[in-house]
């Protein structure tokens, strides 16, 4: 069996909008200046990073500040969040190919579900995992290898835009396809780039 494994942010959903204005809400209450968006997802995007530092000038977030990122978020993912441009497609196409397709992404598991129903593509899925109290979050591979294991899979794909999605990959030991029609950039260390739909499905296609 042949599993294709998908990030969410930056690959199938463009929450670009929502990730900065919730970013630049909480900035705004605490009397800060706005952050630029790339700014925002570059930071995201890259292992290592003190977000709380890097966002609101604080070594450690206190239990308010992450509650209410994450109800403002809710909030605008609801409002903003969509599916790239020919993602149902692609989706399909992995599934007329009897491929098994799983969502692997660093947001809360018990968030996932509604997101992909909302954006009309949940169907598409055998697997849904995200992070959680025995789920690290990537580059941690566990998420990765947990999609094996429910899927059986002898062969499998990792399709994210980061380089925690990179090392994840790297990680479980996994080839690895860089979409850089959303948040990614290409990278010259990925087993695969892919700027755009046509091209990944090239790719996945043939693998």
Same mark, same amino acid.
């Given at each position: 069996?042949?599993?294709?494994?998908?990030?969410?942010?930056?690959?199938?959903?463009?929450?670009?909008?929502?990730?900065?204005k919730t970013v630049n809400d909480?900035?705004?209450?605490?009397?800060?200046?706005?952050?630029?968006?790339?700014?925002?997802?570059?930071?995201?995007?890259?292992?290592?990073?003190?977000?709380?530092?890097?966002?609101?000038?604080?070594?450690?977030?206190?239990?308010?500040?992450?509650?209410?990122?994450?109800?403002?978020?809710?909030?605008?993912?609801?409002?903003?969040?969509?599916?790239?441009?020919?993602?149902?497609?692609?989706?399909?196409?992995?599934?007329?190919?009897?491929?098994?397709?799983?969502?692997?992404?660093?947001?809360?598991?018990?968030?996932?579900?509604?997101?992909?129903? %909302? &954006?009309?593509?949940?169907?598409?899925?055998?697997?849904?995992? #995200?992070? =959680? $109290?025995?789920? *690290?979050?990537?580059?941690?591979?566990?998420?990765?290898?947990?999609?094996?294991?429910?899927?059986?899979?002898?062969?499998?794909?990792?399709?994210?835009?980061?380089?925690?999605?990179?090392?994840?990959? %790297? &990680?479980?030991?996994?080839?690895?396809?860089?979409?850089?029609? #959303?948040? =990614? $950039?290409?990278? *010259?260390?990925?087993?695969?780039?892919a700027q755009d739909m046509k091209?990944?499905?090239?790719?996945?296609?043939?693998?």
């Amino acid at each position: 069996m042949k599993t294709i494994i998908f990030d969410m942010d930056g690959t199938i959903i463009n929450s670009g909008v929502a990730i900065e204005k919730t970013v630049n809400d909480i900035r705004a209450n605490m009397g800060l200046e706005p952050l630029q968006t790339d700014f925002i997802v570059k930071a995201i995007n890259e292992p290592g990073r003190n977000l709380s530092l890097d966002f609101y000038n604080i070594d450690k977030p206190f239990a308010g500040l992450k509650e209410g990122f994450e109800e403002k978020f809710k909030a605008y993912y609801d409002l903003y969040a969509v599916c790239y441009d020919g993602v149902s497609e692609l989706l399909g196409r992995c599934k007329d190919e009897n491929f098994k397709v799983v969502l692997a992404s660093n947001a809360p598991q018990n968030t996932l579900e509604a997101i992909l129903k %909302k &954006n009309e593509i949940l169907h598409f899925f055998d697997e849904v995992i #995200g992070a =959680g $109290k025995d789920i *690290p979050q990537k580059p941690d591979p566990t998420m990765l290898h947990i999609a094996c294991e429910r899927t059986n899979a002898k062969k499998a794909m990792f399709v994210g835009d980061s380089m925690k999605d990179e090392l994840a990959a %790297k &990680n479980a030991k996994m080839a690895y396809l860089q979409v850089s029609w #959303g948040f =990614g $950039k290409p990278s *010259p260390s990925a087993t695969f780039n892919a700027q755009d739909m046509k091209r990944a499905w090239e790719i996945i296609s043939k693998f």
